[in-house]
Structure formats: C-alpha cells, structure tokens
C-alpha cells in the first residue's frame, strides 16, 4: 500500500514567492545600514519552512532564525548551517553536540546554557540579553560572569515586547540595549523584529529579525502598503447542495434559508485552523466574485452560498479572503494566529 500515491489535498495553501522575496527586500531596505535577517519558526509561520528559507536565500537573506532544533533540518538543505540559529539553546547536551555536528549555532538564553555550551567543546554562537520582556535571556545582572567573556559570540541579541505600538517600554528596551552592547562583545547586534524595523534606524543595529511582515503581515501603520499578501488558502467544494426556505445550515441551525439556494460543502474546518470565529462572517472568493460563509465551521468543513454562482461544481477550488489585516480584523484573531494555525492538511 505504502507504493500507492496518495490522491491530491482536498486543502492547499498557495504561497506567492515573489511578494515574499520583495517583502524581505522592502524589510532590508527599511533596516538602513542593518541587515535583515528572517524568522522561519514554526514552518514559516505555516507558509512551509523549506520552500520559503529557499526563495528567502535566493532574494538575498543570510541569517535564519528558528525556536525548535527539531526545525533546523528542514533548512539544512537550502541554508548553510552556520547561518541558522535556534532560538531555545541548549538544553541538554545532547542539543550542543547537535550544534557542534552540523554547525547551527546555538541561541544561549541562561547561564546553565553557556555553561553547557563551554563543557560541549565550546565554538561561535549567540547570546541573548533580556532588556525587558522578561522571556527569554540573560538577565543584565549576569552580564559580568567570566563564562560569557568567554564566549565566541558572533551575534548578541535582545527581543523587543511592544514594538507594535507606541508606548513608553520601546525606547526603554532600546536604551538598555545600548548599555548591553557596551558590556557585551560580539561581532553583531540584533533588537528589531518585524515591527521594530518600522520603528526607526535607532532601533536597528546590525541585524533585523523580521517574521510577520515577512509573510504579508502588518505590525505598523508604516508598514502598510509596502509589505504583499504572501499565503493564500484554497479549500476545494467536495458537494454542492440545493436548500429549500426553512432549510437549516449546519451544527446548531445557526444558518436558516429563507428562500431557494446552491449551498456548497469546503473541505475545511477548525482542525485545518480555519476557526469557528469564522462562523457566518468567513468570505472565500471563486473567479472574483464573493462567497460567504453559512452557518457554524465544524471540524472538517465549512459551508459557503454558491446561490449566485450557478457555474461553481463540486471539484472546484475557492479562495479564502486571507489578508492579514483585514482577517485579522474580521476574525478576531491575531495576524500570527491567522498564518501559524493552517494545518498540516494543507498542501504547501
């Protein structure tokens, strides 16, 4: 059985290459003398971690940030390994001789970490700093032990907490971030994130870490109409289904017709990420035109109005309205939320 093909996704998630590769150049541009790097945790935000750190490498990225070591693999074969960092560090030794083996530095958040990375045989890595998003990294108070003087630190890092908005705890961060690169040596620096690079060159150092923006999201005003829409999700219409008035759409009856409509069945639900926030206010899109959503998302399936649409048939493929702001806005879920919970049925 293992030799029979499977047939094709009922789900794919279409992602548009060119609007990712400008986007990290619009990104690099607006880091100034900085260079962008690229956040490709958690698959690429759910875009695919492979095929995206491929066209990344290809538009000009050099640094690749992931938060798992069990992802660095899926970037070995497009990224050279001394080009990825883990954002987690060590935290066994087992994780250290991994980063000695192929070369992917390590991120060290505590100073159990640098200890472990010093006992591993040592080498380049990065350090983070915590300048107050109390997360991870090393509190400022432990800069001064001998174990990180002794490091090979090719990049001291920090994360900003609250760079989407305009709040006092920015320029906070960005002043403790200073007095650490007096303390600390390293032969790079990295604070902005996505919304960090919008906030200003003071706030760029040698190297961004965009993530969001990256895949079509909006974190800043000075953001948008710059940064493209980068995934796309499609679901394919598996019946179409005719509803007579007083008929009732899905779990709840939450959808009653009131006269005489083309219903259509997604193979999509909440378990592919597509969440019952969506229920009644989701729209899709086929050949241009508008397709709303009916009733309650169940787990696997979403119904839709095909009523005006007397050309749509089982097999088709629609289009969900995705961009990030604005589903964001109708769905009430976060930009991240919204890119990071499409499931793995989807074909990418």
Not at 286 to 313: K, Y
Request: glycine share 10%.
């Amino acid at each position: 059985m293992t030799d029979i093909p499977l047939p094709p996704a009922a789900l794919r998630l279409r992602m548009d290459a060119g609007a990712l590769a400008s986007n990290w150049r619009t990104l690099d541009v607006m880091s100034g003398t900085a260079r962008a790097g690229a956040a490709v945790k958690a698959n690429a935000y759910g875009i695919g971690a492979a095929r995206a750190s491929r066209v990344l490498a290809d538009a000009g990225c050099r640094d690749f940030f992931v938060a798992h070591w069990g992802e660095a693999p899926d970037l070995l074969a497009h990224v050279p390994a001394e080009h990825i960092a883990v954002l987690h560090g060590p935290t066994t030794m087992q994780d250290a001789d991994f980063a000695r083996a192929t070369r992917v530095r390590p991120v060290l958040n505590t100073l159990r970490q640098v200890h472990l990375w010093h006992e591993s045989g040592g080498g380049p890595c990065h350090l983070m700093v915590d300048t107050g998003i109390n997360r991870l990294g090393i509190s400022r108070d432990e800069l001064g032990d001998a174990a990180i003087a002794a490091l090979d630190l090719d990049i001291c890092l920090s994360h900003l907490a609250s760079a989407d908005e305009d709040v006092s705890q920015n320029a906070a961060q960005r002043l403790a971030f200073e007095s650490v690169r007096q303390s600390v040596s390293a032969r790079r620096y990295s604070l902005a994130n996505s919304a960090g690079i919008a906030l200003g060159r003071t706030y760029h150092a040698d190297l961004t870490r965009p993530g969001l923006a990256l895949y079509g999201g909006v974190a800043r005003p000075e953001l948008a109409g710059r940064i493209a829409q980068v995934a796309f999700p499609e679901a394919a219409v598996i019946q179409v289904r005719s509803l007579k008035p007083g008929d009732r759409v899905g779990y709840n009856a939450t959808f009653i017709a009131q006269r005489p409509m083309r219903a259509g069945v997604l193979a999509l639900g909440y378990a592919d990420g597509y969440l019952r926030c969506w229920s009644g206010a989701g729209r899709f899109s086929w050949q241009g035109r508008d397709v709303p959503v009916l009733g309650r998302i169940s787990m696997d399936l979403t119904i839709v109005d095909l009523t005006d649409l007397a050309e749509c048939r089982e097999g088709d493929w629609l289009e969900a309205v995705y961009d990030l702001p604005l589903a964001a806005k109708a769905s009430g879920l976060s930009q991240y939320e919204l890119l990071t919970l499409m499931g793995q049925r989807f074909a990418r």
